[in-house]
């Protein structure tokens, strides 16, 4: 038995050879194009291997090469701003070297390794490093300091360390134990990066999405479960988180969706600026596209790959944010590969492991005391695409009961325009309550009791709802008219959120407060009023009212809002004279 | 090269021959199947190792013996492909069947189509008008758009599709669709309805048809669509046409892909069509768009019949996964006498924001479009409550929207087979329409487009 044996079987993504040495998840390449591929499964002799290119054309009796290497992400200064595939191979390099259509048997390195970074040391010689520590720093774009780390497993006494200029490749720093590093490093994509230990989150991640922050917040270091049917906006939504979430960086995998859906986000996000920190999105954004019509092996690596390469930035002390749109289509390809190895099938065809995969996913989530003592974390979201919006599916219940947030897109309210169409009433998030003293110390001592007291008043709309539905709302005593009104203001004028909109799509969290804060300020104005003999249709009616509505379209509200609401307070108070 | 005949079938089940001891085969190779009276068939190879091939075979299995011979012929399916193929009427295997010659060939393509890489794409921002308010007004079509039709059976869709082909044009400009027609396992009557429209307006020297009818072999409809695509990408990217491709029905050609699985003894999906079928449907539907540095373009118009009229069924709903957007057709409608009979509740047009608007079609165009569809949603809603409530119930507003829900479908939608509307004849119509609704309701309507557009400001 030795590195080479021959081609048994094809059948689609899935090769059998024969009289090859191989061990689980080794990478080969097969054929005489030498497609890439990984061992999924050993029978005996056959060694099963799903391959990441297409296999037409492919024959029994071609060559398999054992690399004997397991699949790996290149990890280093340049990651940042690229786009890649499944399997880490950049899309523009593709494109030199394919043209626009993506044939196959091309190599690629996932960046350039003759590009000059300038290193600056963080340590000296004589010092003792341990894994993970940071020996130096490369600044990689505006935002981002790529800190070059002692890989996990190394140690020893540094020997000697470079300054200045280099490539990844080259040596800069020597152990006194003869190690030899450079700026690049490699690690096995199915395999967790280690950290010391894991915290629990009590951090935010800021989204500036209205519905998120406020009512369903996601902690850094959480995981959120985004499940809709088509059309309902996931793919909007996590577009805008990749967009305005206060992480330092983004990871974003487009697995198994559109080309146009990448296309546009390649087109816009060079020229959208981070609010959080002012410079372009690119800078800290790094992209994994593979497209429903892309090879669906390297469908089911993107996802590792994405999230391998978002542990290794949490490690330098990093809150990375990561996106997967869609999870169902990695879960998909997983099942495609599992029913060509013939597997016993689980639910609904997926394989038996399906669920422990899942977990084991988002489980690499988390908020993390690294290596070096740092404090770093990785927030996963994961869209879901259940058939036919139906949520009792294997993908969505997997999902459902390992994330501590849902985010539940509804089909109903994306018809009616509503977005982002989350669904106020069955979505969740069970981090508020280690949270809530980030929000008190940070925007407001009251933050989660006006938060109570908000989705409380949308519980009660609903319950009025089907009243009205029976009766028509006339009926209603006065004050319960009132409560709808105030509720229509929380779904019309804080709930909505035009993703595209040019100053409406992201809405600062202080801003998010005094927006809520208004709304119980027109509630406890109008209640008054009415107690006065006011009459509701001339309360709901105030200009002011509706001027305070529609200044959230406009920049620099929150320098207003507050004007604003004290002038719809007291038009308010004057419709009781009017009586 | 072909290699030698094999005489090796073990096993004949469905649409798959199965046999062994052959030479090495090469996954996805053509094959030709010689029956002892003579008759030759095609396939594919469907699963290639030293001791077993299984082979999906075209036209059926039918009279397959173990008698039969089996050559491979060496390579992959291609087409033949040359811009004489515009104006060809060819079969569902890409054999000519309008009695015209062979196609000579530019090049050979392989059908199977790679990817378009993503990141050498180009985003699609051109509004194609279709002289169908519906559409035009409330799920713009852009062109390198996938946006299906979401139909059912003994509705309208193919006149819908067809006025669509005749009338699509871009804004201002006189350039010319090509249009790549695929049938699979219609019957020979909406054939023949779509043939003699093409032919009556002159369409059909600047078409190509790839024709697999109800009689046709059904497994060949796995490869006809393939080959329509690749005939539509050697147009639009290597000769520069504007093509519209427009396949129908896509339910039969999921159904033949269900027949494949099942004669494999595939673990089934939902409502037993493979659990591939996402990607696979994604291989067609991915092959539209535009490419960067090059003019032509791929704009595809897929039909399918919901099975029971249902959305959730597995084909509308992996299609509305993959696809940009939906068109869907309204059997309520059809049968109040409306055509175009286009339910714009459920429809979408995933990419309307990047093509409508002052540089394209008219700057009021959004503000329009969303309130012409809110209105009507909230007509549409009332009808439930008045049935319940009655109409004295409601207040002056909601009387209104009422009303106006009925003149939506009778004055904007309805449209005759060959009334082409531009796209500010549209959007007046709406204005006109709007009008019967008291301003003060029509609160998605800019102030600045009110004052421009209202007709009582325009007198
Ligand atoms: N937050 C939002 N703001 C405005 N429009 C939205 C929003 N979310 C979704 N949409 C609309 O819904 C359409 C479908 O959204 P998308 O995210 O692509 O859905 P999905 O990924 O669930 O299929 C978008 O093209 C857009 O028109
Ligand atoms: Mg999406």
């Given at each position: 038995m030795n590195n080479e044996g021959v081609i048994y079987r094809i059948s689609g993504p899935v090769v059998t050879?024969?009289?090859?040495?191989?061990?689980?998840?080794?990478?080969?390449?097969?054929?005489?194009?030498?497609?890439?591929?990984?061992?999924?499964?050993?029978?005996?002799?056959?060694?099963?291997?799903?391959?990441?290119?297409?296999?037409?054309?492919?024959?029994?009796?071609?060559?398999?090469?054992?690399?004997?290497?397991?699949?790996?992400?290149?990890?280093?200064?340049?990651?940042?701003?690229?786009?890649?595939?499944?399997?880490?191979?950049?899309?523009?390099?593709?494109?030199?070297?394919?043209?626009?259509?993506?044939?196959?048997?091309?190599?690629?390195?996932?960046?350039?390794?003759?590009?000059?970074?300038?290193?600056?040391?963080?340590?000296?010689?004589?010092?003792?490093?341990?894994?993970?520590?940071?020996?130096?720093?490369?600044?990689?774009?505006?935002?981002?300091?790529?800190?070059?780390?002692?890989?996990?497993?190394?140690?020893?006494?540094?020997?000697?360390?470079?300054?200045?200029?280099?490539?990844?490749?080259?040596?800069?720093?020597?152990?006194?134990?003869?190690?030899?590093?450079?700026?690049?490093?490699?690690?096995?994509?199915?395999?967790p990066r280690p950290f010391q230990q894991k915290y629990a989150p009590e951090t935010p991640l800021i989204t500036g999405m209205r519905i998120l922050d406020f009512l369903f917040p996601l902690a850094k270091g959480g995981a959120a479960g985004i499940p809709g049917p088509f059309g309902s906006g996931k793919t909007v939504t996590q577009q805008s988180l990749a967009k305005y979430s206060d992480a330092q960086l983004v990871v974003y995998i487009g697995c198994g969706e559109r080309g146009n859906e990448m296309t546009e986000v390649l087109d816009e996000f060079p020229h959208l600026i981070d609010p959080n920190t002012g410079k372009p999105l690119m800078e800290r954004t790094v992209m994994i596209a593979n497209t429903s019509n892309m090879p669906v092996a390297a469908r089911e690596a993107s996802v590792y790959t994405g999230i391998t390469i978002a542990e290794y930035f949490r490690d330098m002390g990093y809150d990375v944010a990561l996106m997967a749109d869609s999870t169902s289509r990695w879960a998909e390809a997983m099942r495609e590969i599992s029913s060509r190895l013939e597997e016993m099938p689980g639910e609904e065809g997926y394989p038996a492991y399906l669920s422990s995969r899942i977990a084991e996913f988002y489980e690499r989530a988390g908020r993390v005391e690294t290596l070096n003592g740092d404090d770093g974390s990785v927030t996963v979201i994961g869209a879901v695409s259940p058939p036919g919006g139906d949520i009792s599916e294997p993908v969505s219940q997997g999902t459902l009961r390992i994330v501590k947030v849902f985010w539940g897109l509804d089909a109903g309210l994306?018809?009616?325009?509503?977005?982002?169409?989350?669904?106020?009433?069955?979505?969740?998030?069970?981090?508020?309550?280690?949270?809530?003293?980030?929000?008190?110390?940070?925007?407001?001592?009251?933050?989660?009791?006006?938060?109570?007291?908000?989705?409380?008043?949308?519980?009660?709309?609903?319950?009025?709802?089907?009243?009205?539905?029976?009766?028509?709302?006339?009926?209603?005593?006065?004050?319960?008219?009132?409560?709808?009104?105030?509720?229509?203001?929380?779904?019309?004028?804080?709930?909505?959120?035009?993703?595209?909109?040019?100053?409406?799509?992201?809405?600062?969290?202080?801003?998010?407060?005094?927006?809520?804060?208004?709304?119980?300020?027109?509630?406890?104005?109008?209640?008054?009023?009415?107690?006065?003999?006011?009459?509701?249709?001339?309360?709901?009616?105030?200009?002011?009212?509706?001027?305070?509505m529609r200044g959230r379209f406009e920049k620099g509200y929150i320098d207003i809002i507050a004007d604003m609401v004290k002038k719809m307070t007291d038009e308010i108070a004057e419709t009781v004279e009017e009586n | 090269m072909t290699g030698k005949e094999y005489r090796t079938i073990t096993d004949v089940k469905g649409p798959l021959v199965f046999l062994n001891k052959t030479e090495p085969v090469a996954f996805g190779e053509i094959v030709t199947l010689r029956l002892s009276n003579g008759t030759i068939k095609n396939g594919q190879v469907l699963d290639t190792s030293d001791d077993l091939v299984i082979v999906q075979v075209f036209?059926?299995?039918?009279?397959?013996?173990?008698?039969?011979?089996?050559?491979?012929?060496?390579?992959?399916?291609?087409?033949?492909?040359?811009?004489?193929?515009?104006?060809?009427?060819?079969?569902?295997?890409?054999?000519?069947?309008?009695?015209?010659?062979?196609?000579?060939?530019?090049?050979?393509?392989?059908?199977?189509?790679?990817?378009?890489?993503?990141?050498?794409?180009?985003?699609?921002?051109?509004?194609?008008?279709?002289?169908?308010?519906?559409?035009d007004l409330c799920t713009s079509l852009v062109r390198g758009q996938k946006l299906p039709i979401f139909s059912a059976s003994g509705l309208p869709h193919n006149d819908i599709a067809l006025q669509i082909a005749?009338?699509?044009?871009?804004?201002?400009?006189?350039?010319?669709?090509?249009?790549?027609?695929?049938?699979?396992?219609?019957?020979?009557?909406?054939?023949?309805?779509?043939?003699?429209?093409?032919?009556?307006?002159?369409?059909?020297?600047?078409?190509?048809?790839?024709?697999n009818l109800a009689d046709d072999p059904a497994v060949e409809r796995i490869i006809t669509p393939r080959l329509a695509l690749t005939a539509a990408e050697y147009l639009a990217f290597e000769k520069d046409y504007h093509v519209l491709v427009i396949y129908t029905d896509m339910t039969n050609y999921c159904d033949a892909l269900?027949?494949?699985?099942?004669?494999?003894?595939?673990?089934?999906?939902?409502?037993?069509?493979?659990?591939?079928?996402?990607?696979?449907?994604?291989?067609?539907?991915?092959?539209?768009?535009?490419?960067?540095?090059?003019?032509?373009?791929?704009?595809?118009?897929?039909?399918?019949?919901?099975?029971?009229?249902?959305?959730?069924?597995?084909?509308?709903?992996?299609?509305?996964?993959?696809?940009?957007?939906?068109?869907?057709?309204?059997?309520?409608?059809h049968q109040q006498g409306i055509y175009p009979p286009i339910n714009v509740l459920p429809s979408l047009s995933r990419l309307m924001g990047s093509c409508i608007g002052e540089k394209t079609t008219r700057e009021d165009h959004k503000s329009v479009s969303d309130q012409m569809y809110?209105?009507?949603?909230?007509?549409?809603?009332?009808?439930?409550?008045?049935?319940?409530?009655?109409?004295?119930?409601?207040?002056?507003?909601?009387?209104?929207?009422?009303?106006?829900?009925?003149?939506?479908?009778?004055?904007?939608?309805?449209?005759?087979?060959?009334?082409?509307?531009?796209?500010?004849?549209?959007?007046?119509?709406?204005?006109?329409?709007?009008?019967?609704i008291d301003t003060k309701y029509l609160v998605r309507l800019d102030q600045k487009w009110i004052d421009k557009y209202h007709p009582d400001n325009r007198a």
């Amino acid at each position: 038995m030795n590195n080479e044996g021959v081609i048994y079987r094809i059948s689609g993504p899935v090769v059998t050879a024969t009289g090859m040495n191989a061990a689980m998840y080794d990478v080969v390449r097969v054929g005489h194009e030498g497609l890439m591929g990984e061992v999924i499964e050993l029978h005996g002799e056959k060694a099963v291997i799903q391959v990441y290119e297409d296999t037409s054309g492919i024959r029994p009796g071609e060559p398999v090469l054992n690399t004997q290497e397991t699949l790996s992400v290149s990890l280093g200064p340049g990651l940042l701003t690229q786009i890649y595939d499944g399997i880490q191979r950049p899309l523009p390099t593709l494109e030199e070297e394919m043209g626009v259509f993506i044939t196959r048997g091309v190599d690629a390195d996932a960046f350039d390794l003759e590009k000059i970074w300038t290193f600056e040391p963080q340590v000296a010689v004589g010092d003792e490093v341990v894994a993970g520590q940071v020996i130096g720093h490369v600044q990689e774009t505006e935002t981002i300091v790529h800190k070059i780390m002692v890989p996990p497993s190394v140690s020893g006494v540094v020997k000697s360390i470079e300054s200045g200029d280099f490539n990844v490749t080259q040596t800069i720093c020597v152990l006194d134990n003869g190690t030899e590093m450079q700026m690049m490093q490699k690690w096995p994509v199915r395999t967790p990066r280690p950290f010391q230990q894991k915290y629990a989150p009590e951090t935010p991640l800021i989204t500036g999405m209205r519905i998120l922050d406020f009512l369903f917040p996601l902690a850094k270091g959480g995981a959120a479960g985004i499940p809709g049917p088509f059309g309902s906006g996931k793919t909007v939504t996590q577009q805008s988180l990749a967009k305005y979430s206060d992480a330092q960086l983004v990871v974003y995998i487009g697995c198994g969706e559109r080309g146009n859906e990448m296309t546009e986000v390649l087109d816009e996000f060079p020229h959208l600026i981070d609010p959080n920190t002012g410079k372009p999105l690119m800078e800290r954004t790094v992209m994994i596209a593979n497209t429903s019509n892309m090879p669906v092996a390297a469908r089911e690596a993107s996802v590792y790959t994405g999230i391998t390469i978002a542990e290794y930035f949490r490690d330098m002390g990093y809150d990375v944010a990561l996106m997967a749109d869609s999870t169902s289509r990695w879960a998909e390809a997983m099942r495609e590969i599992s029913s060509r190895l013939e597997e016993m099938p689980g639910e609904e065809g997926y394989p038996a492991y399906l669920s422990s995969r899942i977990a084991e996913f988002y489980e690499r989530a988390g908020r993390v005391e690294t290596l070096n003592g740092d404090d770093g974390s990785v927030t996963v979201i994961g869209a879901v695409s259940p058939p036919g919006g139906d949520i009792s599916e294997p993908v969505s219940q997997g999902t459902l009961r390992i994330v501590k947030v849902f985010w539940g897109l509804d089909a109903g309210l994306a018809r009616q325009r509503h977005f982002p169409a989350i669904n106020w009433l069955n979505s969740y998030s069970l981090y508020p309550q280690s949270l809530d003293q980030w929000f008190r110390d940070n925007i407001s001592q009251d933050f989660p009791e006006v938060r109570t007291q908000i989705s409380g008043l949308l519980q009660i709309e609903s319950e009025l709802q089907e009243i009205v539905q029976l009766v028509g709302s006339d009926a209603l005593p006065t004050d319960q008219q009132l409560t709808l009104e105030v509720a229509r203001m929380i779904r019309e004028y804080f709930l909505q959120q035009n993703g595209f909109h040019d100053v409406d799509a992201y809405c600062d969290i202080h801003l998010q407060y005094q927006m809520a804060k208004a709304i119980l300020s027109f509630q406890d104005a109008a209640k008054s009023a009415m107690a006065g003999g006011a009459v509701l249709n001339d309360v709901v009616n105030v200009p002011a009212r509706s001027d305070l509505m529609r200044g959230r379209f406009e920049k620099g509200y929150i320098d207003i809002i507050a004007d604003m609401v004290k002038k719809m307070t007291d038009e308010i108070a004057e419709t009781v004279e009017e009586n | 090269m072909t290699g030698k005949e094999y005489r090796t079938i073990t096993d004949v089940k469905g649409p798959l021959v199965f046999l062994n001891k052959t030479e090495p085969v090469a996954f996805g190779e053509i094959v030709t199947l010689r029956l002892s009276n003579g008759t030759i068939k095609n396939g594919q190879v469907l699963d290639t190792s030293d001791d077993l091939v299984i082979v999906q075979v075209f036209e059926g299995t039918a009279k397959i013996d173990r008698e039969s011979g089996v050559t491979f012929m060496g390579d992959v399916f291609k087409l033949p492909v040359s811009t004489d193929l515009v104006g060809r009427i060819l079969d569902g295997a890409g054999r000519p069947r309008d009695g015209g010659p062979e196609i000579v060939a530019d090049e050979k393509a392989d059908i199977i189509g790679a990817a378009i890489n993503p990141y050498s794409r180009q985003s699609p921002n051109d509004f194609i008008q279709t002289g169908v308010s519906a559409i035009d007004l409330c799920t713009s079509l852009v062109r390198g758009q996938k946006l299906p039709i979401f139909s059912a059976s003994g509705l309208p869709h193919n006149d819908i599709a067809l006025q669509i082909a005749r009338q699509a044009k871009l804004k201002d400009s006189d350039e010319e669709f090509i249009v790549v027609f695929c049938a699979m396992g219609i019957t020979a009557e909406e054939y023949n309805f779509f043939r003699s429209d093409l032919e009556r307006t002159g369409a059909l020297e600047n078409a190509v048809l790839f024709v697999n009818l109800a009689d046709d072999p059904a497994v060949e409809r796995i490869i006809t669509p393939r080959l329509a695509l690749t005939a539509a990408e050697y147009l639009a990217f290597e000769k520069d046409y504007h093509v519209l491709v427009i396949y129908t029905d896509m339910t039969n050609y999921c159904d033949a892909l269900r027949q494949i699985g099942a004669a494999r003894e595939e673990v089934p999906g939902r409502r037993g069509y493979p659990g591939y079928m996402y990607t696979d449907l994604a291989m067609l539907y991915e092959r539209a768009g535009i490419i960067k540095n090059k003019k032509g373009s791929i704009t595809q118009f897929p039909i399918l019949t919901m099975p029971g009229d249902d959305i959730t069924h597995p084909i509308p709903d992996l299609s509305g996964y993959i696809t940009e957007g939906q068109i869907v057709i309204s059997r309520e409608l059809h049968q109040q006498g409306i055509y175009p009979p286009i339910n714009v509740l459920p429809s979408l047009s995933r990419l309307m924001g990047s093509c409508i608007g002052e540089k394209t079609t008219r700057e009021d165009h959004k503000s329009v479009s969303d309130q012409m569809y809110a209105a009507y949603a909230q007509g549409r809603e009332l009808r439930g409550l008045v049935a319940i409530v009655g109409e004295d119930a409601l207040n002056e507003r909601d009387k209104q929207l009422l009303d106006f829900s009925g003149v939506f479908e009778d004055k904007f939608l309805r449209q005759t087979r060959d009334e082409d509307r531009s796209i500010e004849e549209t959007l007046d119509l709406c204005w006109t329409l709007m009008s019967a609704i008291d301003t003060k309701y029509l609160v998605r309507l800019d102030q600045k487009w009110i004052d421009k557009y209202h007709p009582d400001n325009r007198a």
